[in-house]
Nanobody, 128 residues
Framework: QVHLVESGGGVVEPGGSLRLSCVAS????????TGWFRRPPGKEREGVSC????????YYEDSVKGRFTVSRDKATNTLYLQMNNLKPEDTAVYYC?????????????????????WGQGTQVTVSS
């Protein structure tokens, strides 16, 4: 069992930045593909980005491409999501999740049922 903990959420004005972190509580973040997902208010959870340990590949949904960057610090086993130029439509609860290691090549990489372990989420609110 892997327990994931997200942190770094908060309230920011449009155009601002936040960096989310995802760590494995009580264990090492396993070698895996790790995804970031979000649930906007009143909407279904959706994929945002993923990072693969198999080849360091990454994928971003069009809505965040060019603004968000996913990375992994292998020394500290922490996954990050750097979010720049935030927009009100980025307001959501953000989750990290892990899956068996596969390449992040497209939207199929963010198929939610492929991800086995999920964190509790961290709230991001973008508002002026």
């Amino acid at each position: 069992q892997v327990h994931l903990v997200e942190s770094g959420g908060g309230v920011v004005e449009p155009g601002g930045s936040l960096r989310l972190s995802c760590v494995a509580s009580g264990s090492t973040l396993p070698r895996a593909t790790t995804g970031w997902f979000r649930r906007p208010p009143g909407k279904e959870r959706e994929g945002v980005s993923c990072f693969s340990d198999s080849d360091d590949s990454t994928y971003y949904e069009d809505s965040v491409k060019g603004r968000f960057t996913v990375s992994r610090d292998k020394a500290t086993n922490t996954l990050y999501l750097q979010m720049n130029n935030l927009k009100p439509e980025d307001t959501a609860v953000y989750y990290c999740a892990t899956a068996r290691p596969f390449r992040c090549t497209g939207s199929d990489s963010l198929t939610q049922h492929e991800y086995d372990f999920w964190g509790q989420g961290t709230q991001v609110t973008v508002s002026s």
